[in-house]
């Protein structure tokens, strides 16, 4: 089962290692990736739900500037419910302090956390977390 | 100190608030106070009362009362008890509690009070720097917390991408890729280097005392000219200058160019890249003791609502450009050492001016 990848980094660098860690480790090609936070929020609202593929995961960075990891997430939790469904957030942290890392795991759509820089075996734990918790009854969320 | 030390005298006998202001005028501004109520509107009129004398045995309340309930209300004045009376025991807990700085007995000699009025003067003016240095620390403890958080992710944000990089480099197949990479790993480095160079001027700023010389404007911009000509043109970016100066002018040379470099990196770097006539104005006018600088270009603009947040330290408007945060900071760092003032006019979408005013030293 392959899913889309959307990455969200205000690092160009840090966006073409998402890239090639994604489609080098797991050879998955469906990898978007925006140094704008504002243009993701764009091409997300364009796409609508998606309902026929599984969920796209979209790794995002929090510090960035204009507009933040948090303030996407705000924005994205207004998004309509069955558009919030078609993705799966996951929190890119560095060398945050506590009160940011508790703030961005605070959000309800935010699910995973992941540590930059982006590494295979973590690449891998992850997608082993997220395939895991997909069989689980969404009864409660959203 | 400029102006006479302020001070209130309470006395339920008026022939001593008399005695007291005719002998006390010349040297200090005295106010007078028949009973405690009018002395709590007077300290409220006059906050920078420095130093209060009160009489012991009053009808209402004893002095020692007086002072003990008004301390918290009334917290800087420096508070002196006059008395006649051996009433030793409550003036020495008093003392001991506090609520008064020392006493001086009845009937004074004008020494006496003098001397007194300059001790507690003294205590006085080291209470109010030390509640000035107490805010000073503050502040600059925010700072320090606010910046240690941005320094650390500023720094390891591109060395943790250059480690990922190399984590990358293992899977990469085709030089091209590699190439693509180090490319950007290029763009992560010179970035941190920006960062630290930033962080440099900063310190030097905090730390530095002014080093005056005489500048000469035409040879300022010549130099300025020379360090922007190869990008300038690599980016079909017009760099105009312009120079008035019709009197001597002294300044520190090291703060002027931060300030000028600083605003024409900006400049050059927050273009509009598809426009044609890209441009960088560079203006100086050097006349009736004042240098006034413009630094405009016809780039991307400010947003309106940020004109003022764009000089926090690690404020970022836009994401187009990596800036080091630091940079407007450091300009109006660096003007307020010169005593300068700096001004925003800018345009979403159509360009910004900057006008700085500095004064001759």
């Known amino acids: ?142 | 100190m400029p102006g006479k030390i302020k001070i209130l005298y309470i006395d339920d006998e008026p022939n001593n608030l008399t005695g007291f202001k005719a002998s006390f005028r010349i040297d200090y501004q005295v106010f007078t106070a028949l009973d405690t109520t009018e002395a709590e509107i007077i300290l409220e009129k006059h906050p920078d009362i420095h130093v209060i004398f009160c009489d012991q045995r009053m009808p209402v309340k004893t002095g020692v009362e007086f002072f003990g309930e008004m301390r918290s209300r009334f917290p800087l004045p420096v508070r002196i008890l006059l008395t006649a009376y051996t009433d030793i025991e409550s003036v020495i807990d008093a003392i001991n509690h506090g609520h008064i700085f020392r006493y001086v007995k009845k009937p004074w000699n004008d020494a006496d009070i003098m001397s007194a009025i300059e001790e507690a003067n003294k205590f006085y003016i080291s209470n109010s720097l030390l509640t000035v240095k107490n805010e000073e620390l503050k502040i600059a403890y925010n700072e320090l917390d606010k910046f240690a958080y941005s320094v650390s992710h500023d720094i390891r944000g591109p060395l943790s991408g250059i480690l990922g990089a190399i984590n990358v480099a293992a899977n990469l197949n085709s030089v091209t890729e590699m190439k693509e990479m180090l490319a950007l790993m290029e763009k992560s480095v010179k970035k941190l280097d920006v960062f630290i160079l930033s962080m440099h001027d900063y310190y030097t700023l905090q730390r530095g005392e002014l080093q005056l010389t005489e500048i000469d404007m035409n040879y300022l911009v010549a130099g300025m000219q020379d360090m922007y000509k190869v990008y300038a043109n690599a980016h079909q970016i017009s760099f105009t200058a312009e120079v008035n100066q019709q009197e001597p002018f002294r300044c520190d040379a090291f703060i002027l160019k931060l300030i000028l470099n600083n605003l024409l990196s900006n400049a050059f770097k927050y273009q509009r890249k598809e426009l044609d006539n890209k441009r960088v104005a560079l203006r100086i006018e050097v006349s009736r003791g004042t240098a006034t600088f413009w630094v405009a270009d016809n780039g991307i603009g400010i947003p309106r609502h940020h004109t003022e947040e764009i000089f926090t330290l690690f404020f970022r408007a836009t994401s187009q450009e990596a800036g080091s945060g630091f940079g407007l900071y450091n300009v109006k760092d660096a003007l307020i050492k010169l005593n300068g003032d700096i001004k925003v006019d800018s345009v979403l979408g159509e360009g910004t001016t900057f006008t700085i005013t500095i004064p001759n030293k």
């Open chain 1, 1 to 142: 089962m392959k899913h889309r990848f959307i990455v969200i980094d205000d690092s160009e660098l840090d966006c073409f290692i998402a890239e090639k860690m994604i489609k080098h480790t797991i050879e998955n090609e469906q990898v978007i990736a925006f140094t704008e936070a504002a243009r993701a929020l764009e091409y997300i609202t364009q796409q609508g739900a998606v309902t026929d593929q599984p969920k796209a995961i979209l790794l995002l960075d929090v510090l960035m500037p204009v507009v933040s990891g948090f303030d996407f997430v705000e924005a994205f939790e207004q998004l309509p419910p069955d558009v919030q469904r078609s993705y799966l957030l996951v929190a890119l942290t560095s060398t945050m302090n506590k009160n940011d890392l508790s703030r961005i795991s605070g959000y309800k759509s935010v699910k995973h956390l992941l540590d930059k820089p982006i590494t295979a075996e973590a690449l891998l734990a992850l997608l082993g977390e997220i395939d895991a918790t997909a069989g689980e009854p969404l009864a409660g969320s959203l």
